[in-house]
């Protein structure tokens, strides 16, 4: 290992940070200086998992700038940001019809801050092996379809059966992938139904509440056998909105950005002005009413904490 160099971030615990001169995978410590700390403007950490850094005998001393991120607002009265992830070249949202449901608000939310950071995310509705019951499998087709029909990859998996895990792992071959979603969907399953040398800690589900434990704590990035690099995450709550202008909200659906240089008005909020093209999509069925819905409460809620 070299005492001075560039590297990537794979690991951040409480207080130090493994790095890695990638595609190598040889992790080795390093602290953050006070001075870097103050410097992280907004957000609450200054370097995140996926972070491209400059060190100096096990002193990380700078951080090149990002090709990308996904950060999340703590709370929405809050101001203060955190940086989940950076220079990502994909994103798995991972999600499930039941035990934990995962609501299209929450995917819809998770798909806008991809679009507006310039993530590519692909949506993975994980144990269908437990969508036995008409019903269910109706509701996650549905769900699909959805997504399906506005441009996104949706791949069903289950780590009991191993549907849909080859094309996941295939995904991740070419850099670095980021698993997200709620608590107790599989993202740590996923890894190591992706690579089963990899050996995250797998939590259950909470039999009165119906949700993960939060077992994952950490953000960390692990090397797949078959080739490429993906990044564990803790489960997340919610989904603040991070700062973009009500008037950009809708270039954040593709399929609303499809249509809307036919809209009447410009600029068109898509919501009460005559001659609006994403209002006729939506009647003619193409745009669903679900992501419509989903847009009209992220519109109201920019707007509320403004
Ligand atoms: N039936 C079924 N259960 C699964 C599947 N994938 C994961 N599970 C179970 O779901 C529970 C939670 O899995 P984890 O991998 O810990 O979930 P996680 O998303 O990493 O959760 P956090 O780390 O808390 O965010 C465990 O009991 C897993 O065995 C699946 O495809 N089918
Ligand atoms: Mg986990
Ligand atoms: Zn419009």
Redesign the pocket.
Known sequence: MESKGTATVVKHTGSHYLLCELPQWQPFEAVIRGKLRLTGSKSTNPVAVGDRVTFENGVITGVLPRKNYVIRRSTNLSRENHIIAANLDMVFL?MTVI?PETKLAFVDRFLVTCEAYGIHPVIVM?????YTEKELQEQMEWMADIYRNAGYEVIG?????MQGIDRVRELCRNGVCLFS??????????L?ALDPTLD??????SLSHLQ?????TFYEMHPLSGGGFVI????IRGFGLVDFESGELSKYFPEMLKVMDSCRYMPCTHTHEPGCAVKEAMERGEISAERYGSYLGMLEEETKYR
Do not use: A, M, W, Y
Not at 181 to 190: A, D, M, N, R, Y
Not at 212 to 216: R, V
């Open positions: 991972v035990l994980n144990k269908t092996d437990l998996t289950s780590t009991r059966t979603g709620q608590s107790g969907v599989g993202k740590s399953s996923l190591k995250p800690k797998i939590g259950e589900i993960g434990k939060h077992t994952t564990d995450t803790p489960g």
